[in-house]
C-alpha cells in the first residue's frame, strides 16, 4: 500500500530539515525523477506502488539519462536541476528524499535497487553495504 502523500513529504521535510513542504516536494520531485531514468522493469514499479501517486508517476516517467549516473553526478544533475542549489545542498536533498524512499522500500527492494545502480549509491539510500 503506498504511503499517504502528506506522511511522505512530513518525513522527508523533517530529514531534510527543510522550511515548508513546498521545499520537500521539490526535491522529492526532482531526486525520484532522476532515480526512475536509472531503474528499469519490475524494481522500478514495486517502488512506485509503495510511493504517493503523484511521485509515482514521477518515478515511472523519468527525466531521460544516457547512462546511469555515479553517485557524484546523480548528485550534481539534481543541484542542476533545483533552482539556487548546490552540490553540498543537493547532496542533503538526495539523501532526505532516498533514505525515505529506503525506509519504505524494505530491505528486499532495496537490494535489488542497489543491482540496478552504479557502485555507492547504498550511501545517498542511508544504506551502507558490506564492502564485498
Known sequence: MPMHWDAFLAAIQERGEYDSPEEAERAARVVL???????????????????????????????????????????????????????????????????????????ELMNQILLQLPPGYDLLFGRPQPVR
Open 33 to 107: 525523477a532522476l532515480l526512475g531514468a536509472h531503474l528499469v522493469g519490475e524494481v522500478r514499479a514495486e517502488l512506485a506502488a509503495r510511493l504517493p501517486d503523484a511521485l509515482a508517476l514521477v518515478l515511472l516517467n523519468p527525466l531521460h539519462c544516457h547512462e546511469p549516473l555515479p553517485p557524484e553526478r546523480f548528485i550534481r544533475a539534481t543541484a542542476a536541476w533545483i533552482e539556487g542549489a548546490t552540490e553540498r545542498t543537493a547532496t542533503w536533498d538526495v539523501s532526505a528524499v532516498l533514505s525515505v524512499a529506503a525506509d519504505l522500500a524494505g530491505e
